[in-house]
C-alpha cells in the first residue's frame, strides 16, 4: 500500500498564491508518476499537473503558465507551486501516485480562491 500525505490547501485572495504538497510513503515504487487533480462542486475530476520521476511535468491547460509542480524523489514528495490563483480553481485537489499496476489517491485538500 502507499500512503499519500497532502498540505497546503486553504483561502487565498484572488491573485494569491498557494504551494501544495504531497508526501507518499509504504511502497514506493521505483517508477511512478505522482501529481495532482482537481474536482470543483458539480465538475468531474480533472488533471492540475502530473510528473514522472526522472521525467517531464504534464498540466491541464488552464494552469499552464501559473502552476509549476516539482517533485524530490528522495522524499518521494511532489509540490505544487500555485501563482495568480482565480475563483475558477476553487476546488479539492487530489495528490495521486501511480504506477503501471495501479494508482493511490490522497484524501484532498481544499483550495478556495476569493473574489
Known amino acids: 500500500q502507499v500512503q499519500l500525505v497532502e498540505s497546503g490547501g486553504g483561502l487565498v485572495q484572488t491573485g494569491g498564491s498557494l504551494r501544495l504538497s504531497c508526501a507518499a510513503s509504504?511502497?514506493?515504487?521505483?517508477?511512478?508518476?505522482m501529481g495532482w487533480y482537481r474536482q470543483a462542486p458539480g465538475k468531474q475530476r480533472e488533471l492540475v499537473a502530473v510528473?514522472?520521476?526522472?521525467?517531464?511535468?504534464n498540466y491541464g491547460d488552464s494552469v499552464k503558465g501559473r502552476f509549476t509542480i516539482s517533485r524530490d524523489n528522495a522524499q518521494n514528495t511532489v509540490y505544487l507551486q500555485m501563482i495568480d490563483l482565480k475563483p475558477e480553481d476553487t476546488a479539492v485537489y487530489y495528490c495521486?501516485?501511480?504506477?503501471?499496476?495501479?494508482?493511490?489517491w490522497g484524501q484532498g485538500t481544499q483550495v478556495t480562491v476569493s473574489s
Open positions: 495521486k501516485y501511480e504506477t503501471r499496476w495501479r494508482s493511490w
Open positions: 509504504g511502497m514506493i515504487f521505483s517508477i511512478n508518476t
Open positions: 510528473i514522472t520521476n526522472g521525467g517531464g511535468p
